[in-house]
């Protein structure tokens, strides 16, 4: 069964501190692992797809990695605004019928304060 | 794009009674996707249309629970016989391919009274 674990499940950082969010997987086969931003009473909106182990992705304040067994999401200098709940999820590779879910973690809860 | 879009953002029903939730994907996606999430939870799985076929079901699924998306089009997800136990919000996406982001709405809140 795919498994993911975030960490920590919260993180509050002052603003302009950077720091890195955690994310292990356990899947038969990766198709695709994704990082999406919550904020509250919204649906998950997407950040992030990486596809294979060494693959970087950037958007502004945000960097996300990618290895074999786990991946990071860096926050480099972040603004109160960033605050939100980051979501880690993985697709595993299969049939049609069986590998289109997403499995996510629980998140990380990001506090930036000024 | 205009986003996924849900109906209704918040129901408030008495335990027992039916409920019916409604998703609009992106114009153009043919894959839709129903998840459940709950305070302080990742969003889990419900079940996966590509265009108007049920191609995939959770084993959170229960026979309370029936989704359809005739003509592959909007899909509808309905509750029988409510719990306690299905409050959560239900959250729909949808994805133009298989391994390409889903893109998600911003939900139905169900609350059972």
């Known amino acids: 069964e795919d498994q993911v674990t975030q960490s920590p499940e919260a993180l509050r950082l002052q603003e302009g501190e950077s720091s890195s969010l955690n994310c292990s997987y356990t899947v038969s086969g990766l198709r695709g692992l994704f990082w999406y931003r919550q904020d509250p009473g919204k649906g998950p909106e997407f950040l992030f797809t990486?596809?294979?182990a060494g693959e970087e992705k950037e958007k502004e304040r945000l960097k996300a990695t990618l290895t074999k067994k786990e991946s990071f999401l860096h926050i480099t200098a972040p603004k109160p605004e960033d605050s939100a709940t980051y979501l880690c999820a993985v697709q595993a590779e299969g049939q049609e019928t069986s590998g289109s879910r997403l499995t996510f973690g629980e998140g990380t809860q990001l506090t930036v304060n000024p | 794009d205009t986003g996924v879009s849900q109906d209704p953002r918040h129901k408030i029903t008495k335990r027992g009674q039916n409920v019916t939730f409604r998703c609009d994907p992106i114009?153009?996606?043919?894959?839709l996707y129903w998840y459940r999430q709950t305070l302080g939870q990742g969003p889990e799985f419900l079940t996966y249309f590509q265009n108007e076929a049920q191609l995939e079901k959770s084993r959170l699924l229960s026979d309370r629970f029936s989704a359809e998306r005739p003509k592959g089009s909007f899909s509808t997800l309905e509750i029988q016989r409510t719990e306690q136990g299905d409050s959560a919000m239900y959250l729909c996406a949808s994805s133009r391919q298989r391994n390409q982001p889903q893109h998600f709405g911003d939900g139905t809140r169900l609350s059972i009274l």
């Open positions: 114009s153009e996606h043919n894959r």
């Open positions: 990486l596809y294979s």
